[in-house]
T-cell receptor
Framework: ELKVEQNPLFLSMQEGKNYTIYCNYSTTSDRLYWYRQDPGKSLESLFVLLSNGAVKQEGRLMASLDTKARLSTLHITAAVHDLSATYFCAVELSGGGADGLTFGKGTHLIIQP | NAGVTQTPKFQVLKTGQSMTLQCAQDMNHEYMSWYRQDPGMGLRLIHYSVGAGITDQGEVPNGYNVSRSTTEDFPLRLLSAAPSQTSVYFC???????????????FGQGTRLTVV
């Protein structure tokens, strides 16, 4: 059974600071996704990571994937208030053996002025 | 540019009532799925479909039925609502079975369901 663990689950930080959210998963996978969700809203796709060593950046967010360590990170640089949201990682099993995504529990991020 | 459309957005049911949550996509996607989101639990897969006429169970299928008679629509039926089914439900679609491939994932806006 695929398990996906995110940490921290709750993070309060100040604007201008850097921080990293971690996503560990239990079974071989070469596809990992990061989503953002604002309160009461749907999920917005941030990054799709499709291979070992993949790194993608968009603005102040950068995501990476290490399939050997079964670890993905979402790094926030010089945080701004607009990045306050809940961030989810989601993993798909390799080989397509099980359909659908397995999500982490989410990291609730609050960025304070 | 409708994308994935879910109706209704909000619903209150009494225990034992049945209802159908609607999901439609206009992107000719093969793969559609239903998730439920509960506080502190992330999203969990209920049912999915890899094409018209083909459905299968996800992680938490009990109490729910689905069908896929057309490519566009994937309704989720609650047979006899229970308070444990109080949740936010999201429908998602993608181009292919190998979820989302290199394409962006598309989620509906969600249906907030309360069972009293």
């Amino acid at each position: 059974e695929l398990k996906v663990e995110q940490n921290p689950l709750f993070l309060s930080m100040q604007e201008g600071k850097n921080y990293t959210i971690y996503c560990n998963y239990s079974t071989t996978s070469d596809r990992l996704y990061w989503y953002r969700q604002d309160p009461g809203k749907s999920l917005e796709s941030l990054f799709v990571l499709l291979s070992n060593g993949a790194v993608k950046q968009e603005g102040r967010l950068m995501a990476s994937l290490d399939t050997k360590a079964r670890l993905s990170t979402l790094h926030i640089t010089a945080a701004v208030h607009d990045l306050s949201a809940t961030y989810f990682c989601a993993v798909e099993l390799s080989g397509g053996g099980a359909d659908g995504l397995t999500f982490g529990k989410g990291t609730h991020l609050i960025i304070q002025p | 540019n409708a994308g994935v459309t879910q109706t209704p957005k909000f619903q209150v049911l009494k225990t034992g009532q049945s209802m159908t949550l609607q999901c439609a996509q206009d992107m000719n996607h093969e793969y559609m799925s239903w998730y439920r989101q509960d506080p502190g639990m992330g999203l969990r897969l209920i049912h999915y479909s890899v094409g018209a006429g083909i459905t299968d169970q996800g992680e938490v299928p009990n109490g729910y039925n689905v069908s896929r008679s057309t490519t566009e629509d994937f309704p989720l039926r609650l047979l006899s609502a229970a308070p444990s089914q109080t949740s936010v439900y999201f429908c998602a679609s993608s181009y292919s079975r190998r979820t989302f491939m290199n394409t962006e994932a598309f989620f509906g806006q969600g249906t907030r369901l309360t069972v009293v």
